[in-house]
């Protein structure tokens, strides 16, 4: 079994940044693994946020954060998520995902089916 445990979650004002980290732990060859972002806010579905194998270059993002936000992974099974410009509207619950590289051929999976392990999520807030 995995584990994924986020931090970093704050209270930030709008433009300023923040990093989220998520650690992975367990009996898991997590390499072979998409490792991905995702958020919550109240009243609203789950939304994919960015996602990544392990290249740097296979990383894809949601439309609302592309440029602003970064999603990197290192060789300790970590994955960071680097948010700057943010905006009101990116407050939410943030959550870790990975899902199992079934195929080569298969794209970065931007929806939550895919993805088997769950962190418990990190609280991002943005206000002034």
């Known amino acids: 079994q995995g584990q994924l445990v986020e931090s970093g979650g704050a209270l930030v004002q709008p433009g300023g940044s923040l990093t989220l980290s998520c650690t992975a732990s367990?009996?898991?060859?997590?390499?072979?693994?998409?490792m991905g972002w995702f958020r919550q806010s109240p009243g609203k579905e789950r939304e994919f946020v960015a996602a990544?194998?392990?290249?740097?270059?296979?990383a894809v993002y949601a439309d609302s954060v592309k440029g602003r936000f970064t999603i990197s992974r290192s060789k300790d099974d970590a994955v960071q998520l680097q948010m700057s410009s943010l905006k009101r509207e990116d407050a939410a619950v943030y959550y870790c995902?990975?899902?199992?590289?079934?195929?080569?051929?298969?794209?970065?999976?931007?929806?939550?089916?895919?993805?088997?392990?769950w962190g418990q999520g990190t609280q991002v807030d943005v206000s002034s």
């Open positions: 990544m194998f392990n290249a740097a270059n296979s």
């Open positions: 995902a990975a899902a199992p590289r079934r195929a080569v051929n298969i794209a970065v999976p931007t929806t939550a089916a895919p993805y088997v392990y």
């Open positions: 367990g009996r898991i060859w997590w390499s072979s693994y998409y």
